[in-house]
């Protein structure tokens, strides 16, 4: 099944085909949602930790592809693990070296590496590592859809609470706020949103999708609040107009979104400069003669 | 002034440890020296209650223990009659922790903060209520930050930002208020408004407060109950009775407090 009933919805272009649309789905919601669990891995300081998982999802791929499984499922079962993982690493003090994180990472890409170099199909591992939104299939996007709903649901019931444990996670746990739970919770969050973006912009760029909008609508917000939709916004945006340009250029789709997203990072961060100096300057102007 | 029925039975004891030994790291470490011997404090409701002693006399590690952040090598705590892993209502306990690290960029605003030891009452996974919001408005309120409430808080000074981490821990209006360290380096205006905002809370509230504070002798006048600790307890008693068996007179005792924390 190649389209959604109904399909192809009248879209201008350069929606207007059927795959395109089936992307534009899956790149709404994955833009959506992986900037919402971003904003608390981000303030959380554990950026990176969507690109470590993805190494540990190509392991499930690999497994997949050996035992002809679901890639997205089994893959998303080795990021839950790897997740627990690195959450119990992080509650015992283990990981501040990044030592055992790197183990566990580079560990998942070599395995899936030497475990797809076994299975016997003749399936490659690139479609996984850099996306390929554009031949997702209906299927693949009500995996995703489903995927996002789960993210959006944990994030509108825990959300509030997420935030009390970043801001301060012995506070939280002496108030009665379950840290512990909300801690796994979160690490399970991010390896569903991992998985979740797998097809649209590959394992090697799935943490830029989570990192990228928030770092962007951090620059503007003036709330916790606003800097979680601005990101949402801003992933949307990314999402959108990467595809529309990879579409137009005959580019890499999951790629051309990350460089969306990118660009929209340094015109933000060039807007910010601009207001930072104009507000330093106006105060130079309105200060004591 | 307490009345008679008051006087004839004394207020409830909410917080106390009997015999809390502690050391860090492994047992059987070499050189593994205790922090804490055989500490046995109690906290009655309604006190406004300090912890004295040097750097390194196991002040914090001692409301580490009390609040159930670590387990005591040896001995017990009870927190309004239950042990710490075992008290269900865990709002009636507000804590405000050392030197909370408040980084540069996050941008939640005060009142974001605020309302965020606010669901410690109404339920981590609740919606606010008219209740939660007008209690979130009097902690800001009381710490003074109304007018800041929508700034960031890492936009703050530090007695603003550490003014605001107190309203955090008021905003599920607590019974017992623990504070480490809370005026660490803050402005003498915030240490003030800390000062009025605590000693507001035991008289009009009846909160109980249990503080360890370098500026103790900003607080030593209104105190009601003085623990003075050195890996055990050395002094258990109040103010007056530390001056009487120092010897020195009262009105020297604030001095005598800070030469005491250095």
Redesign the interface.
Known sequence: MNALPGMPWDLPWPFERSYMQLALLAGIVVGATAPLIGVFVV?K?MSLVGDGLGHVAVAGIGAALLLGTSPTWTAMVFAIVAALVIEWLRVRGSATGDLALALVFYGGIAGGVVLASRSATNTNLAPYLFGSILTATANDVWTVIVLGAVIVLAVA??G??M??VV??E?????????AGALNTLLAVLTAVTVVAAMRIVGVLLVAALMVLPVATS?LA???????MFGAVGVGVASAVLGLAAARQWALAAGGTIVLVATALFAIASALAGVRKASTHAGSLVAGPH | MLNSREAAEPAPVVLATDGVSFSYGSSGSYGREPVLSDVSIAVRAGEFAALAGPNGSGKSTLLRIV???LAPDSGSVTLFGERPGQL????R?????QR?RI?P?????VE??V???R??KQG??RRSRAADREAVDHAIESVALTQSR?R?LAELSGGEQQRA?IA??LS?EPELL?LDEPTAGVDVESQRLFRDSLVHLVREHRTTVLLVSHELGAVADDLDHLVVLKGRVVFDGTPGELAVSLGVHRDDLPLWLEDLQS
Not at chain 1, 170 to 178: L, N, Q, Y
Not at chain 1, 221 to 227: E, K, L, P, Q, Y
Not at chain 2, 93 to 97: C, D, H, K, S
């Open positions: 303030q300081g019931v825990a509030r609470a935030l009390a801001l301060d012995d506070a939280a746990r002496v108030s009665g706020v379950p951090r917000a003036r709330s916790f609040r606003g800097t | 609040l159930g952040l269900r209502e865990r709002w306990i507000g804590y405000v922790p909370p980084a960029d996050l941008p939640a605003t974001e903060v309302a965020a030891g669901l410690a981590w996974w929508r960031r981490i955090k821990a599920a623990v």
